[in-house]
């Protein structure tokens, strides 16, 4: 017997678009920043830092401190440890990729995550792929090795590393997708957004103390520091809340097919702001990798119909 799929919650929908626009532009405050002297560490910190009490006020005026201090243990923990790897782990390595890499390669490398959820969900469920999906995971990788260059080496070699970086980045992403769905459900979207990023600034300022002089902080400019703050608010604090909330409604498979507007979104910002240019084969792999996340969604569509 066949059923309807499930309509897309155009709210949920929304929500996890506009986050995807305001992450897009990431790369280019990070660009604007790394020119301005500021370090990946000092970077990743204070963006941490700054957005920490944002979350704690968005959080308190959805309910109690006693009702988040009631957060079950296993809840508690599975928060921590993915806001952990995503928000430590996972930025401190697409940061350090924005180094070595333009903006809009970075923006649409970090877009493999949603190939990696479904191989999750594959495996999850013990099920094999069937050949549309392994036809999108193809086209999505086959259009990651052409963003980096393709078959021009030289491009090759020099995109590598930063790329790896990125899939890397991309693969905490995709875990922090996917454990988000079941546990803004159980906990809400604004605790579990919460307790994530409380403990990312958590991991990160040790880490920053350790490897930087606190010194360094007093060289920063007024503009640096407008821009830090604007950092937090615009590519963390906010598309994070939006993107919880999103997930929640739409769920982690289809709230990554949304997310797809970002890498254009970079593309344009950065051809705009930073007068990067992409070659002819990046230009075909960005066409891939969108392309592959689209047939993954209509295949989630048509199974969700049988």
């Given at each position: 017997?066949?059923?309807s799929p499930?309509?897309?919650?155009?709210?949920?929908?929304?929500l996890?678009?506009?986050?995807?626009?305001?992450?897009?532009?990431?790369?280019?405050?990070?660009?604007?920043?790394?020119?301005?002297g500021?370090?990946?560490?000092?970077?990743?910190?204070?963006?941490a830092?700054?957005?920490?009490?944002?979350f704690?006020?968005?959080?308190?005026?959805?309910?109690?401190?006693?009702?988040?201090?009631?957060?079950?243990?296993?809840?508690?923990?599975?928060?921590?440890?993915?806001?952990?790897?995503?928000?430590?782990?996972?930025?401190m390595?697409?940061?350090?990729?924005?180094?070595?890499?333009?903006?809009?390669?970075?923006?649409?490398?970090?877009?493999?995550?949603?190939?990696?959820?479904?191989?999750?969900?594959?495996?999850?469920?013990?099920?094999?792929?069937?050949r549309?999906?392994?036809?999108?995971?193809?086209?999505?990788?086959?259009?990651?090795?052409?963003?980096?260059?393709?078959?021009?080496?030289?491009?090759?070699?020099a995109?590598?590393?930063?790329?790896?970086?990125?899939?890397g980045?991309?693969?905490?992403?995709?875990?922090?997708?996917?454990?988000?769905?079941?546990?803004?459900?159980?906990?809400?979207?604004?605790?579990?957004?919460?307790?994530?990023?409380?403990?990312?600034?958590?991991?990160?300022?040790?880490?920053?103390?350790?490897t930087?002089?606190?010194?360094?902080?007093?060289?920063?400019?007024?503009s640096?520091?407008?821009?830090?703050?604007?950092?937090?608010?615009?590519?963390?604090?906010?598309?994070?809340?939006?993107?919880?909330?999103?997930?929640?409604?739409?769920?982690?498979?289809?709230g990554?097919?949304?997310?797809?507007?970002?890498?254009?979104?970079?593309?344009?910002?950065?051809?705009?702001?930073?007068?990067e240019?992409?070659?002819?084969?990046?230009?075909?792999?960005?066409?891939?990798?969108?392309?592959?996340?689209?047939?993954?969604?209509?295949?989630?569509?048509?199974?969700?119909?049988?």
């Amino acid at each position: 017997m066949s059923t309807s799929p499930k309509p897309v919650d155009p709210v949920g929908a929304l929500l996890v678009g506009f986050a995807a626009m305001l992450f897009a532009t990431k790369g280019i405050f990070a660009k604007q920043l790394y020119s301005m002297g500021v370090s990946v560490e000092a970077l990743v910190t204070l963006r941490a830092l700054f957005a920490l009490p944002l979350f704690w006020w968005f959080a308190l005026r959805r309910e109690s401190f006693a009702a988040i201090r009631s957060t079950p243990p296993r809840a508690l923990l599975t928060a921590a440890a993915v806001g952990a790897l995503c928000y430590y782990v996972g930025a401190m390595l697409d940061f350090v990729a924005l180094t070595m890499i333009e903006a809009s390669i970075e923006r649409v490398l970090i877009f493999s995550y949603p190939a990696m959820v479904v191989l999750f969900y594959a495996w999850r469920d013990r099920r094999w792929p069937t050949r549309t999906v392994l036809l999108a995971l193809a086209l999505t990788y086959v259009g990651i090795f052409f963003t980096m260059g393709g078959f021009d080496l030289a491009e090759l070699r020099a995109n590598l590393l930063g790329t790896l970086l990125v899939i890397g980045s991309a693969l905490s992403y995709a875990i922090y997708f996917v454990v988000s769905e079941k546990y803004t459900r159980e906990i809400g979207s604004a605790r579990f957004t919460l307790i994530a990023m409380t403990a990312a600034p958590a991991c990160l300022l040790p880490h920053f103390l350790v490897t930087h002089d606190v010194a360094e902080l007093g060289a920063f400019s007024a503009s640096a520091w407008a821009l830090l703050v604007i950092l937090a608010i615009v590519c963390m604090f906010l598309p994070a809340s939006f993107q919880a909330e999103g997930v929640r409604r739409v769920g982690a498979q289809r709230g990554a097919v949304l997310s797809t507007v970002g890498p254009p979104t970079t593309v344009v910002l950065a051809w705009i702001l930073l007068d990067e240019r992409l070659t002819l084969w990046q230009w075909l792999g960005i066409a891939l990798i969108v392309l592959g996340i689209l047939v993954l969604d209509l295949e989630r569509t048509r199974q969700s119909s049988v």
